[in-house]
Protein backbone atom coordinates (compact mmCIF):
# COMPACT_ATOMS: atom_id res chain seq x y z
CA UNK A 1 0.00 0.00 0.00
CA UNK A 2 1.53 3.66 -0.80
CA UNK A 3 2.07 5.98 2.02
CA UNK A 4 0.80 9.05 1.88
CA UNK A 5 2.97 12.30 1.17
CA UNK A 6 0.68 15.01 2.53
CA UNK A 7 1.23 16.44 5.71
CA UNK A 8 -0.09 19.88 7.74
CA UNK A 9 1.45 21.45 10.22
CA UNK A 10 -0.14 21.26 14.21
CA UNK A 11 -0.39 25.36 13.88
CA UNK A 12 -1.97 24.97 10.24
CA UNK A 13 0.45 27.61 8.89
CA UNK A 14 2.32 27.59 5.67
CA UNK A 15 5.96 27.74 6.25
CA UNK A 16 8.09 29.42 3.24
CA UNK A 17 11.55 30.05 2.72
CA UNK A 18 12.26 32.81 0.15
CA UNK A 19 15.95 33.27 -1.11
CA UNK A 20 17.39 37.16 -0.35
CA UNK A 21 19.22 39.03 -2.82
CA UNK A 22 20.44 40.83 -0.25
CA UNK A 23 21.45 40.65 3.07
CA UNK A 24 18.96 43.01 5.99
CA UNK A 25 16.13 43.18 2.75
CA UNK A 26 13.74 40.37 3.18
CA UNK A 27 13.01 38.15 0.09
CA UNK A 28 11.48 39.85 -3.15
CA UNK A 29 8.01 38.51 -4.47
CA UNK A 30 9.57 37.12 -7.55
CA UNK A 31 12.57 35.49 -5.33
CA UNK A 32 12.97 31.40 -5.41
CA UNK A 33 10.72 29.73 -2.60
CA UNK A 34 9.79 26.81 -1.58
CA UNK A 35 6.67 25.64 0.75
CA UNK A 36 8.22 23.74 3.74
CA UNK A 37 6.64 20.40 4.32
CA UNK A 38 6.57 21.75 8.44
CA UNK A 39 4.67 19.57 10.29
CA UNK A 40 5.17 22.16 13.43
CA UNK A 41 7.24 24.95 14.28
CA UNK A 42 8.69 26.86 17.42
CA UNK A 43 10.24 30.57 17.42
CA UNK A 44 11.80 32.37 20.37
CA UNK A 45 9.85 35.20 22.52
CA UNK A 46 9.63 38.63 20.42
CA UNK A 47 9.43 41.07 23.14
CA UNK A 48 11.91 38.88 25.44
CA UNK A 49 14.29 41.21 25.60
CA UNK A 50 17.67 41.66 28.35
CA UNK A 51 17.43 44.76 30.57
CA UNK A 52 19.92 46.85 32.05
CA UNK A 53 20.59 49.68 34.68
CA UNK A 54 19.44 52.73 32.94
CA UNK A 55 22.11 55.50 32.32
CA UNK A 56 22.68 58.33 34.57
CA UNK A 57 20.90 61.96 33.69
CA UNK A 58 23.30 64.06 31.96
CA UNK A 59 24.06 67.43 32.61
CA UNK A 60 22.82 69.53 36.24
CA UNK A 61 21.68 66.46 38.77
CA UNK A 62 23.74 63.67 36.68
CA UNK A 63 24.80 61.81 39.42
CA UNK A 64 20.60 60.64 39.87
CA UNK A 65 19.41 57.44 37.87
CA UNK A 66 17.10 57.91 35.38
CA UNK A 67 13.08 57.76 36.01
CA UNK A 68 13.16 54.85 33.96
CA UNK A 69 15.34 52.79 35.95
CA UNK A 70 16.09 50.17 33.35
CA UNK A 71 16.25 49.94 29.93
CA UNK A 72 16.12 47.16 27.21
CA UNK A 73 18.59 45.86 25.40
CA UNK A 74 17.74 45.18 21.81
CA UNK A 75 20.60 45.45 20.22
CA UNK A 76 22.24 41.83 21.59
CA UNK A 77 18.91 40.06 21.04
CA UNK A 78 18.61 37.18 18.57
CA UNK A 79 15.70 35.18 17.74
CA UNK A 80 15.94 31.52 16.76
CA UNK A 81 13.63 29.36 14.70
CA UNK A 82 13.02 25.81 14.64
CA UNK A 83 11.41 23.71 11.68
CA UNK A 84 10.47 20.45 12.17
CA UNK A 85 9.38 19.19 8.85
CA UNK A 86 8.60 15.63 6.77
CA UNK A 87 12.43 15.34 4.85
CA UNK A 88 11.68 15.19 1.20
CA UNK A 89 14.72 15.77 -1.24
CA UNK A 90 13.90 19.52 -2.30
CA UNK A 91 13.30 20.23 1.41
CA UNK A 92 16.67 18.68 2.32
CA UNK A 93 18.69 20.55 -0.36
CA UNK A 94 17.41 23.83 0.62
CA UNK A 95 18.12 23.76 4.19
CA UNK A 96 21.50 22.86 3.54
CA UNK A 97 21.81 25.18 0.76
CA UNK A 98 21.50 27.66 3.68
CA UNK A 99 23.52 25.15 6.15
CA UNK A 100 26.49 25.40 4.04
CA UNK A 101 26.24 26.41 0.32
CA UNK A 102 25.24 23.20 -1.42
CA UNK A 103 22.28 22.36 -2.56
CA UNK A 104 23.05 19.64 -5.67
CA UNK A 105 21.50 16.69 -4.10
CA UNK A 106 24.93 15.39 -3.31
CA UNK A 107 24.95 17.92 -0.39
CA UNK A 108 28.44 16.91 -0.02
CA UNK A 109 30.12 18.99 3.32
CA UNK A 110 33.83 19.40 3.09
CA UNK A 111 36.04 20.55 5.21
CA UNK A 112 37.34 23.91 2.75
CA UNK A 113 33.24 25.44 3.61
CA UNK A 114 33.15 28.14 5.39
CA UNK A 115 31.42 28.62 8.97
CA UNK A 116 28.12 30.26 8.77
CA UNK A 117 28.24 31.45 12.02
CA UNK A 118 28.47 34.76 10.52
CA UNK A 119 27.60 36.52 7.02
CA UNK A 120 30.54 37.82 6.01
CA UNK A 121 32.54 35.48 3.81
CA UNK A 122 30.04 32.43 4.00
CA UNK A 123 28.92 30.32 0.41
CA UNK A 124 25.24 30.39 2.64
CA UNK A 125 22.69 32.89 1.39
CA UNK A 126 20.67 34.46 4.24
CA UNK A 127 16.61 33.24 4.05
CA UNK A 128 13.61 34.76 4.60
CA UNK A 129 10.85 32.59 6.64
CA UNK A 130 7.29 33.50 6.19
CA UNK A 131 4.47 32.05 8.42
CA UNK A 132 1.83 32.35 6.14
CA UNK A 133 -1.16 33.90 8.19
CA UNK A 134 0.97 32.68 11.16
CA UNK A 135 0.80 36.02 13.29
CA UNK A 136 -3.15 37.04 12.06
CA UNK A 137 -6.63 36.51 12.58
CA UNK A 138 -8.91 35.32 9.86
CA UNK A 139 -9.78 39.25 9.10
CA UNK A 140 -6.11 39.91 8.51
CA UNK A 141 -4.00 38.20 6.04
CA UNK A 142 -0.69 39.81 6.72
CA UNK A 143 2.02 36.96 6.97
CA UNK A 144 4.24 37.21 10.04
CA UNK A 145 7.94 36.68 9.16
CA UNK A 146 11.96 36.91 10.00
CA UNK A 147 14.31 38.00 7.68
CA UNK A 148 18.14 37.37 6.93
CA UNK A 149 17.86 34.12 8.91
CA UNK A 150 21.01 31.78 9.05
CA UNK A 151 20.73 28.67 9.63
CA UNK A 152 22.55 26.94 12.65
CA UNK A 153 22.19 23.49 12.74
CA UNK A 154 20.35 20.44 10.81
CA UNK A 155 19.02 17.23 12.08
CA UNK A 156 17.84 14.15 10.62
CA UNK A 157 15.83 11.50 11.89
CA UNK A 158 14.01 8.33 10.86
CA UNK A 159 12.21 5.08 12.49
CA UNK A 160 10.75 2.81 10.46
CA UNK A 161 8.05 2.43 13.33
CA UNK A 162 6.60 6.04 13.29
CA UNK A 163 5.65 8.62 10.89
CA UNK A 164 4.76 6.51 8.31
CA UNK A 165 8.35 5.91 7.85
CA UNK A 166 9.20 9.05 6.60
CA UNK A 167 12.72 10.73 7.37
CA UNK A 168 12.16 13.80 9.88
CA UNK A 169 14.63 16.98 9.01
CA UNK A 170 14.45 19.70 12.30
CA UNK A 171 16.44 22.98 10.93
CA UNK A 172 17.29 25.99 13.42
CA UNK A 173 17.54 29.26 11.84
CA UNK A 174 19.00 32.30 13.96
CA UNK A 175 18.53 36.50 13.31
CA UNK A 176 19.35 39.78 14.38
CA UNK A 177 16.34 41.47 12.58
CA UNK A 178 13.19 42.44 14.67
CA UNK A 179 10.16 40.18 13.38
CA UNK A 180 7.43 42.07 11.41
CA UNK A 181 4.33 41.14 9.49
CA UNK A 182 3.54 42.10 5.94
CA UNK A 183 0.84 40.79 3.11
CA UNK A 184 2.78 38.65 0.87
CA UNK A 185 2.02 38.39 -3.00
CA UNK A 186 4.53 36.18 -4.74
CA UNK A 187 5.02 36.19 -8.62
CA UNK A 188 6.95 34.76 -10.91
CA UNK A 189 10.72 33.18 -9.87
CA UNK A 190 10.89 29.88 -9.32
CA UNK A 191 8.29 28.38 -6.66
CA UNK A 192 8.13 24.92 -5.42
CA UNK A 193 4.75 22.94 -3.48
CA UNK A 194 4.25 19.50 -2.36
CA UNK A 195 7.58 17.94 -1.66
CA UNK A 196 7.91 14.28 -1.76
CA UNK A 197 9.15 13.24 1.34
CA UNK A 198 11.83 10.32 1.44
CA UNK A 199 10.63 6.70 3.22
CA UNK A 200 12.97 4.51 5.15
CA UNK A 201 11.11 1.43 3.20
Known amino acids: MAKSALFQTSQQTNVIIGTEATFGTKAATGATRIHMPVTSYSFSEVANHTLAVAPFRAGAGGATQSTEMVKAQRHDRMYEITLEFMGSPQAINRVCLALFGDDDGTNALIGSMPTTSNISGSTAVPV ?23 CSSFTLSGDIGGNGGVIMGSATFVTGFNPDKANISFSGGTETYNCCAIKLF
Do not use: E, R
Request: proline share 0%.
Open 128 to 150: TIYFDKGSASAANTASFFLLSCM
